[in-house]
């Protein structure tokens, strides 16, 4: 299972919410101690309410000495001498919950309105967005009662996160077992993000290619493909249909993105070509070589010489033949640049037919390839230059969309 990392978008929306995590009686409550974690490290203020079979796995002061806040497990007054009105007010005040795991007798009582203990009474106080994310024996998960059950949550507006599927701690082997933290995180945080890019088909490109000269040597370039992943990460928390056509890199699949590994520019061109007419907004983010050996051999080209001439053909422009046909579409493309930054992308804008580019700064340590910020500029078809300070390329890819969709609004 790919895990996602901690992204600008998760920092802006968490930060300084109060988020309450449930917590229900099953051996994947430990589990919930490092989500309690990531949400804090992401500046969100925590509280854990607990049912009192969870109490079992995780003690309650594991969870207190982590929030730094005290954990409800009972209607009633507790010795600190809180009122038994605390799950009430949790939940007025949560800006959003998580239940995690939450086992099959908590859904029972849910979709049946039953409020008998701490959570369940929590649950049903709560207006603010809930993720459920279930856990339990394979047979217990399958069962048509616990199927009914979600398929009644789902349509009460509740987000459901489907469980993984492997070895559980039972012995059993299917699906039921709680996703890593990480996934649960960036799960919530879609839960969370406005789908404003709902019903959107984004094609987007990103990363190197490698152009073979025999079968242990290529062409290349240095791009990790962080820009473009950052790209197709925010436009699917977005509510957009992605696709991801990405040259090789070490980066973890985003969630819910058909990804395409490829290795060469044709390869590229060739799937590019296989989405592009399902797609209406593409953004070229990928840095595509531009020559690739004419003959590349089949064996390892020995070194028995002191020099060695190789020949290079020109690889397609897919960039310039999609603005040839892009239609309606909104087609963005990137200019990595080291010198006269403006004046080169200007000109790539206006060669392929762009509605906007992303010129970026090639050489400082803290832009362009493989770094996590990068100074861009956007150029606009009418002239009009943007420039926005140094930021995360996580951030610059929610700007992105949000112009993107400016220009979808302007027609």
Known sequence: MHQPGITQLMKTTLSGKNIVIGVCGGIAAYKSVTLLRLLKKLGAHVRVIMTLNAGAFVGPLTFEALSGLKVCSSLFA??????????????????????APATANMLAKLAAGIADDAVSTFLLAVTAPVLLCPSMNTHMFEHRSVQRNL???KTD?????????????CGVAGPGRLPEPEIILDRFIACLTPKDMFGRKVLVTAGPTQEAIDPVRFISNPS???????IARAAEMRGADVTLVSGPTSLSEPL???TIRVNTALEMQQAVWHHFEKSDIIIKAAAVSDYRPVNPKHRKIKKDRDEMILTLQKNPDILKELGKNKGERILVGFAAETEELQKNAAMKLAQKNLDLIVGNLIGPADSGF?????????????????????????????????????LKASG
């Open 78 to 99: 507790n010795d600190d001498g809180d009122a038994s009105i605390k799950h009430i007010e949790w939940a007025q005040s949560a800006d959003a919950v998580i239940i």
């Open 151 to 153: 398929k009644i949550l």
């Open 157 to 169: 507006g509740y987000h459901i996160l489907a469980p993984d599927s492997g070895e559980l701690a």
């Open 224 to 230: 990790s493909g962080k820009m473009g992943w950052a």
């Open 256 to 258: 819910n993105v058909k």
């Open 370 to 406: 493989n770094a996590d910020t990068n100074r861009v500029k956007f150029i606009y078809k009418d002239d009009t230059i943007e420039t926005p300070p140094k930021m995360s390329k996580d951030a610059i890819a929610d700007l992105l969309l949000d112009r993107i969709l400016r």
